[in-house]
Antibody
Framework: QLQMQESGPGLVKPSETVSLTCTIS??????????WGWIRQPPGRELEWIAT???????YYNPSLKTRVTISVDTSKNQFSLTLTSVTAADTAVYYCARDGRFQASDGYLDAFDVWGQGTMVTVSS | DIHLIQSPSFLSASVGDRVTITCRASQGITSYLAWYQQKPGKAPKLLIYGASTLQSGVPSRFSGSGSGTEFTLTINSLQPEDFATYYCQQLNGFPFTFGPGTKVDIK
């Protein structure tokens, strides 16, 4: 059974860069059927999709974060990562990695995040 | 961006009740809508994708309907483990967006 686990620094100072990694086990990131994404949730608030990546490196970003975010894949380690630059208190959140199941439909695919990591808290504070 | 509005924001219900949550999109998204359940301190769990397809392993008391701009999540015979926050998400195109959530609490 596929499992996903986020890792990151926990505490970051304002204006710094935070890097998060998602390690996949029980399955391969090199899947023609799946995409991989990052979603975050500030304390007590709603979910926000950040970015999605395919194993060949093809990526999609939320325009609200695009200038500060990079998503990348390391197939040799079965991992994908998120880098967020110039962080502020507004970036304080639980960051989740998740698999886009890309369920097959009669006329294409239906996206939905079907496997999630447990989340890693990132706090931006001096 | 496509904006989603959920109603109600909060509802209080009893075990055995039938509960309906609505999600409205700011523009048509055909059937590219998913529903998630989230419990405190936990990651969201996929319930429904494609507006009405039940994810494997999800109890059949959960159902989804709708297309275009209006969607519904229904929970028949609410169980104690169903008290949680429910989110809709549109996946019609990037950026994917989530609704603000509906918290289902015990009456």
């Amino acid at each position: 059974q596929l499992q996903m686990q986020e890792s990151g620094p926990g505490l970051v100072k304002p204006s710094e860069t935070v890097s998060l990694t998602c390690t996949i086990s029980g399955g391969s990131i090199i899947s023609s059927s799946h995409y991989w994404g990052w979603i975050r949730q500030p304390p007590g608030r709603e979910l926000e999709w950040i970015a999605t990546v395919y194993h060949d490196g093809g990526s999609y970003y939320n325009p609200s974060l695009k200038t500060r975010v990079t998503i990348s894949v390391d197939t040799s380690k079965n991992q994908f990562s998120l880098t967020l630059t110039s962080v502020t208190a507004a970036d304080t959140a639980v960051y989740y990695c998740a698999r886009d199941g890309r369920f097959q439909a009669s006329d294409g695919y239906l996206d939905a995040f079907d496997v999630w990591g447990q989340g890693t808290m990132v706090t931006v504070s001096s | 961006d496509i904006h989603l509005i959920q109603s109600p924001s909060f509802l209080s219900a009893s075990v055995g009740d039938r509960v309906t949550i609505t999600c409205r999109a700011s523009q048509g998204i055909t059937s590219y809508l998913a529903w998630y359940q989230q419990k405190p301190g936990k990651a969201p769990k996929l319930l429904i994708y494609g507006a009405s397809t039940l994810q494997s392993g999800v109890p059949s008391r959960f159902s989804g309907s709708g297309s275009g701009t209006e969607f519904t999540l229904t929970i028949n015979s609410l169980q104690p483990e169903d008290f949680a926050t429910y989110y809709c998400q549109q996946l019609n195109g990037f950026p994917f967006t989530f609704g603000p959530g509906t918290k289902v609490d015990i009456k």
